[in-house]
C-alpha cells in the first residue's frame, strides 16, 4: 500500500521560512512534486523533482523554494525561504510511479498559512 505522509506545515510570519517533507512508502517513483491550492483557486504545480534530479518550479516562487529528493529515504523535501501571504494554501506532496503503466498518488495536504 502507497503512502505519502507529509510534515512541516505550520504558520509563520512574512519573510519566514518553512521546510515541507513528504516520506513515501510501497513503491518507487520517477518524479515527486509538490502542488499547492488556495482558497477559491485551482492546484497548482510548484515544484517537482525527477529520480535524475531535474527540477521544474513555478515562475512565482523560482528563486526562494527548493525541491530536493532523498532517494535512499524515498522522500521528498520543499525549502520555502522568504515566505509570502500569497504562499499562503495547502501544499500536496504528488508521486508518480515509473511506467506504463504510470500511477500517481496525492498525499493528505499540509496547511501553511503565511501572515503577520
Known amino acids: 500500500q502507497v503512502q505519502l505522509v507529509e510534515s512541516g506545515g505550520g504558520l509563520v510570519q512574512p519573510g519566514g521560512s518553512l521546510r515541507l517533507s513528504c516520506a513515501a512508502s510501497g513503491s518507487i517513483f520517477s518524479s515527486m512534486a509538490w502542488y499547492r491550492q488556495a482558497p477559491g483557486k485551482q492546484r497548482e504545480l510548484v515544484a517537482d523533482?525527477?529520480?535524475?534530479?531535474?527540477?521544474n518550479y513555478v515562475d512565482s516562487v523560482k528563486g526562494r523554494f527548493t525541491i530536493s529528493r532523498d532517494n535512499a529515504k524515498n522522500t521528498v523535501y520543499l525549502q520555502m525561504n522568504m515566505l509570502k501571504p500569497e504562499d499562503t494554501a495547502v501544499y500536496y506532496c504528488?508521486?508518480?510511479?515509473?511506467?506504463?503503466?504510470?500511477?500517481?498518488?496525492w498525499g493528505q495536504g499540509t496547511q501553511v498559512t503565511v501572515s503577520s
Open positions: 523533482m525527477t529520480s535524475g534530479g531535474s527540477t
Open positions: 504528488f508521486a508518480k510511479t515509473y511506467g506504463p503503466p504510470w500511477i500517481v498518488y
